[in-house]
């Protein structure tokens, strides 16, 4: 009986430890980001809406994010970097509601569409190539709240988005 109790515990114990000895389906510990760039130069995002000047405020958050999420450096020079990033900003707005007896909009929205390119510039690989990323802010001008609020929110969701694009696929 003691050595059915002992065979029966010895196989539960082996059917939990194999398969953490193999690695197969359990965590790892390595980078979310391609360990063989350092260095990223991240051009001026293009717009090709009538709004300007969102542009700088998306290229300014993605460098931003890239420098305090990645273990890449942002490099002003673009002969000194590793890989290059670029992209284009497209805005649209819409209308979310409206009050029913004027038909004058209550709630907007936001969307800030972001076609991102991350090109390895030392093999001349794609490791993005044109992913769209979307990101949308709402406001309200009843709320005392503008379009300019509404972009920023968006822009800067957009900004974390495409960091997260950088990550390596699970």
Known sequence: MKKTFFLIGLLVAAAVLIPSIGGCGGYQNNWLYPQNIRTVY?????????????EYTLTDAVCKRIESQTPYKIVSDRDAADSILSGRLDIGTSILSTDRYSGQPIERETLATVTVTWKDLRTGQLLIDSLPVHATGSYSEQL???????????VNKAAVRVVELMEKPW
């Not at 717009?47 to 300007?52: I, M």
């Not at 005392?144 to 968006?154: C, H, L, M, T």
Request: proline letters at 0%; a negative charge; hydrophobic letters at 40%.
């Open 42 to 54: 991240v051009e001026m995002f293009d717009t090709a809406s009538f709004r300007r000047g969102h």
């Open 144 to 154: 005392g709240q503008d379009f300019e609020y509404a972009i920023d929110r968006a």
